[in-house]
């Protein structure tokens, strides 16, 4: 079975400065994809950004990138220019390419704060 | 579209009634999960359909919870009887596979807050 780790749960950056948050992961499989979700006090869960593990090149989204690394099985989110906005629950996932194996695991979590 | 519609927002029942979440997934998508997040465990898979058939229901708590899929167009959490332990957020999500491709991630919808007092 997959397991998703997030070993920070809680984080503080200051407004407009950069922020990482780090996951990790352990899987026997050699294809899956990798997703960073946000959940606000709203508690809609927001897809931020998705990486497939077949891709070497790091997905990029505006201000959020990832850095995956697939031999070590690490899986981190750089947010750039952090605004008040971006305070929220950031989770890791993992899904299997497997058919038949279509549900996403999730890290606990880690919260962020912007400090103003 | 609408994104995934779950209904109620919020739930409050007394022990022992019966609950039924609700749940509408994006039209066209032919994959739906049901989710429960509480502080405690986190985010965990309760069970999930493909193409309106029970693919993965290992989650599901008890026989108190049950499931159903009639249709590609809704889906039913029932819990019976309910008890304070099961409160929590149940998020459902869907999404799109297509044979090994999985073009659109997921969609979730707001959560339905249940609390069995």
């Known amino acids: 079975a997959q397991t998703v780790t997030q070993s920070q749960p809680e984080m503080s950056v200051q407004e407009a400065e950069t922020v990482t948050l780090s996951c990790t992961y352990d899987?026997?499989?050699?294809?899956?994809?990798l997703f960073w979700y946000k959940q606000p006090p709203s508690r809609q869960m927001i897809l931020v950004i998705r990486q497939e593990a077949y891709k070497q090149q790091n997905a990029t989204e505006n201000r959020f990138s990832v850095n995956f690394q697939k031999a070590a099985k690490s899986f981190s989110l750089k947010i750039s220019d952090s605004q008040l906005g971006d305070a929220a629950m950031y989770f890791c996932?993992?899904?299997?390419?497997?058919?038949?194996?279509?549900?996403?695991?999730f890290g606990t979590g880690t919260r962020l704060t912007i400090i103003p | 579209d609408a994104g995934v519609i779950q209904s109620p927002r919020h739930e409050v029942t007394e022990m022992g009634q019966e609950v039924t979440l609700r749940c509408k997934p994006i039209s066209g998508h032919n994959s739906l999960f049901w989710y429960r997040q509480t502080m405690m465990r986190g985010l965990e898979l309760l069970i999930y359909f493909n193409n309106n058939v029970p693919i993965d229901d290992s989650g599901m708590p008890e026989d108190r919870f049950s499931a159903k899929m009639p249709n590609a167009s809704f889906s039913t959490l029932k819990i019976q009887p309910s008890e304070p332990r099961d409160s929590a957020v149940y998020f459902c999500a869907s999404s799109l596979s297509l044979d090994r491709t999985f073009p659109y991630g997921y969609t979730f919808g707001s959560g339905t807050r249940l609390t069995v007092v």
């Open positions: 996932a993992y899904r299997s390419r497997a058919f038949g194996n279509e549900k996403l695991t």
């Open positions: 899987t026997s499989e050699s294809d899956y994809y």
